[in-house]
């Protein structure tokens, strides 16, 4: 495995305060502004991302993100090839495991096949690694597609796959976030994580993933855990320097996560990925710990998905809120170019 360098808290700081205030300053410097609305191309392949969805509390909020995404695909013509399951999975206990009505009841009959048809693929998250009486949750989200004819798609804890499938434009490579150290302070009691063995394989295994020759136009990152956030959880101080210079070296364009409960889309001056956070899938709202407008370019304490656009020529991702409503987009073509598209 290539040796790291991780990014020093000073550099951090500096490239994170040089970043807020040419944003303050100039925001036209950082990013391309659209003047309008893009609407979804129908001829486009469309991925819908949720996380933070499986909630045991909050069952309405689930439900208002579902009927979004519905209407949304309505509106817009733009049918979902796809799902993505952004971790926290399931929030609390599944007493019946893989057999247990949650699967049916939050899972397969809340977002139907005959609206997503395609695979729903999952990673997953720190509630994910939670015990209860006995029952291992990371097994038994391994275990269910091998029992149930299904559209839940976790083939292994990290895994990497190419998409759309016929004339593939995204490489993804899924990780699994939960290493050693990455315990907030919303752990519950009973929980666990991978061990020091397993997280310096991954990394052996995702350095050799980034150092494959590229056979799409895109290559994106999906984990639970995001590096960067001005959500409740903060930056992470673990991820950071083992993952970082990953994505600077490889430039890697899409760095996709949940965790914290609202949506938000970074960028960094002089970073090739984009940062996009959407953890608004259903559970509880929580506040920010640096305000979105100094560190952005977006932020929103709502519930939400977000829709995932990619054709030859660039990525479109937006950030929709619980009433089918579109609160941010952005473009990223590959040569790096980030434009703003304006509701």
Not at 26 to 42: E, G, R, Y
Not at 90 to 98: C, F
Not at 156 to 183: A, V
Request: aromatic content about 12%.
């Amino acid at each position: 495995m290539a040796e790291l360098h991780p990014l020093s808290r000073r550099s951090f700081l500096r490239q994170t305060f040089a970043f807020s205030a040419l944003a303050a300053m100039h925001p036209s410097s950082l990013f391309a502004q659209s003047a309008s609305f893009a609407k979804p191309d129908s001829a486009a392949a469309h991925m819908f991302m949720i996380g933070d969805w499986g909630t045991d509390k909050y069952l309405d909020q689930q439900k208002a993100v579902a009927v979004s995404m519905a209407k949304w695909m309505q509106n817009n013509q733009s049918n979902p090839g796809a799902m993505f399951l952004l971790g926290d999975n399931w929030y609390g206990r599944l007493p019946g495991g893989t057999n247990d009505p949650r699967w049916n009841d939050q899972f397969e009959s809340m977002y139907p096949a005959n609206l997503f048809p395609g695979p729903a693929y999952a990673v997953l998250g720190n509630h994910d690694y939670e015990h209860h009486a006995g029952f291992d949750k990371v097994q038994l989200q391994l275990d269910y597609p091998k029992q149930h004819k299904t559209r839940w798609t976790l083939p292994d804890k990290r895994y990497t796959f190419t998409w759309p499938e016929k004339n593939p434009l995204i490489t993804f490579i899924c990780l699994d976030s939960n290493l050693p150290g990455t315990k907030s302070w919303d752990f519950t009691p009973g929980s666990y994580l991978m061990s020091h063995h397993e997280a310096d394989a991954q990394d052996a295994w995702f350095a050799e993933q980034l150092s494959k020759p590229r056979t799409t136009p895109f290559v994106a990152v999906v984990c639970h855990h995001p590096l960067y956030t001005n959500g409740v959880h903060r930056d992470n101080r673990v991820l950071i320097p083992r993952w970082d210079p990953l994505l600077r070296q490889h430039k890697v364009d899409f760095y996709i996560t949940g965790h914290d409960h609202d949506l938000q889309h970074l960028e960094f001056d002089g970073h090739p990925t984009s940062f996009v956070v959407s953890g608004g899938g259903g559970a509880e709202l929580v506040n920010w710990s640096v305000p979105p407008e100094k560190r952005g370019p977006f932020g929103g304490k709502v519930i939400g998905f977000t829709h995932l656009e990619a054709a030859k020529d660039g990525v479109i991702l937006r950030h929709v809120g619980a009433d089918a409503n579109q609160l941010h987009a952005f473009r990223k073509t590959t040569d790096g170019k980030v434009t703003i598209l304006k509701s």
